[in-house]
Nanobody, 126 residues
Framework: QVHLVESGGGLVQAGGSLRLSCAASGRTFSYDAMGWFRQAPGKEREFVAAISWSASRIYYADSVKGRFTMSGVNTKNMVYLQMNSLKPEDTAVYYC???????????????????WGQGTQITVSS
């Protein structure tokens, strides 16, 4: 089992920036990808960004491309999500995930990730 702990959430004004961090522990050899999903009130959970070390590729949802930057070091079991130019519609609970992305030809899906963190709240005020 992989244990994921997110940090860095909070309240920010529109146009501001935040940086999320996620630390993994446990059976870290069991995954080669980590990422972020988010869920806004009353909406379905959606993919945000992910990094696959085996594919040497970083994925982004169209809604965050150009504003969010994902980075991470596999050997340190840490990933980060730098979020710039935040918008009120970015308000959501952000979840760190770990797993394997078997199909590099599409955006990662929830089923690719077997481990999920508890989530951290991001609120962007207008």
């Amino acid at each position: 089992q992989v244990h994921l702990v997110e940090s860095g959430g909070g309240l920010v004004q529109a146009g501001g920036s935040l940086r999320l961090s996620c630390a993994a522990s446990g059976r870290t050899f069991s995954y080669d990808a980590m990422g972020w999903f988010r869920q806004a009130p009353g909406k379905e959970r959606e993919f945000v960004a992910a990094i696959s070390w085996s594919a040497s590729r970083i994925y982004y949802a169209d809604s965050v491309k150009g504003r969010f930057t994902m980075s991470g070091v596999n050997t340190k079991n840490m990933v980060y999500l730098q979020m710039n130019s935040l918008k009120p519609e970015d308000t959501a609970v952000y979840y760190c995930v770990a797993g394997r992305i078997y199909n590099s030809g599409r955006l990662p899906q929830e089923g690719d990730f077997g481990s999920w963190g508890q989530g951290t709240q991001i609120t962007v005020s207008s």
